[in-house]
């Protein structure tokens, strides 16, 4: 399927798998910082779910519109090249996006200068998610109750992750949590799992996601523990504002906010544990 402008051709498609690192790029070029790796693991997610705008065959935009389920979807990588934007273009790949998700809940998070223009389309304000930044930093002794996610059976991992994310995403799972450089961490008691964490490598250190707890303490066991594996590198944080003790924990750790998004959803609304979600996954996959 095509869309046209009255002067040049703008052709909107499935991104190919070798042409996904071209969202990841253009997301770097914005300061949005993407691990080193997300794009592959994204991709699992629904390989049916990125897109890329071609003007005269020159990729000029791109956008992510993956389906979680049967009801929900989240959009991401909005992004339309410097020279190009303020024509049209962005809002065709957008549309053709949304149109991908008809029928089910579709959530983003989305720039501030943005919003405004998101309500117009339809989506309401959540909650705000802040990104904190700083160096990694050992508080304390590393918990004894602490193992590597790896070890534990996927299944148990995948549970626990949809209480908090309210939804299965297994293939995406697998691979974000085996993705070489990929360091991930659970707070299990034998036969829990209290919460788990883990921590991918992006151009300037280290970003979080997810980081999922029952409680502060948990929480706080689990990200001393990953800032220990990382000690003096640059971390990422992504906390949900109405999460006090996750505002709290970036606080403890000397992290500074540096931006935020806008969670929203279009019709309807998700009803996220946020007391338990301490670092979101990613901005662009939620």
């Not at 991104?15 to 997300?38: S, V």
Request: glycine share 10%.
């Amino acid at each position: 399927m095509t869309e046209s402008t009255s002067k040049d051709h703008f052709e909107i498609r499935l991104a190919k798998e070798d042409e996904i690192q071209f969202l990841c790029d253009l997301a770097a070029g914005e300061g949005w910082n993407p691990g080193l790796r997300d794009i592959e693991c994204f991709y699992q997610a629904d390989k049916t779910g990125f897109f890329i705008g071609l003007l005269n065959d020159e990729p000029i935009a791109c956008i992510s519109a993956v389906k979680y389920g049967a009801d929900y979807g989240f959009v991401g990588f909005y992004i339309v090249r410097e020279p190009w934007r303020g024509k049209g273009f962005g809002l065709a790949i957008w549309d053709y996006a949304l149109n991908s998700l008809s029928g089910r809940i579709v959530g983003l998070d989305g720039v501030v200068d943005q919003q405004d223009n998101y309500i117009k389309s339809g989506f309401k304000l959540s909650h705000r998610n802040i990104r904190f930044e700083g160096t990694a930093r050992i508080q304390e002794k590393k918990a004894p109750n602490l193992v590597d996610v790896k070890t534990l059976p996927f299944e148990q991992i995948m549970a626990f992750d949809a209480g908090c994310f309210f939804l299965e995403r297994e293939n995406f799972l697998k691979t974000w949590l085996g993705e070489e450089g990929h360091l991930g961490l659970a707070a299990f008691d034998g036969h829990e799992i209290k919460g788990y964490g883990l921590i991918r490598p992006y151009c300037d250190g280290y970003k979080t996601g997810p980081l999922f707890a029952d409680t502060p303490v948990d929480a706080n066991d689990i990200f001393n523990a990953l800032c220990a594996e990382v000690e003096g590198s640059n971390i990422i944080l992504d906390v949900p504002e109405n999460n006090v003790n996750g505002l709290l924990l970036a606080e403890r750790y000397g992290l500074v906010q540096s931006f935020e998004t806008a969670r929203m959803y279009k019709e309807g609304d998700v009803d996220l544990p946020l007391d338990r979600i301490y670092g979101i996954t990613s901005f662009e996959l939620g």
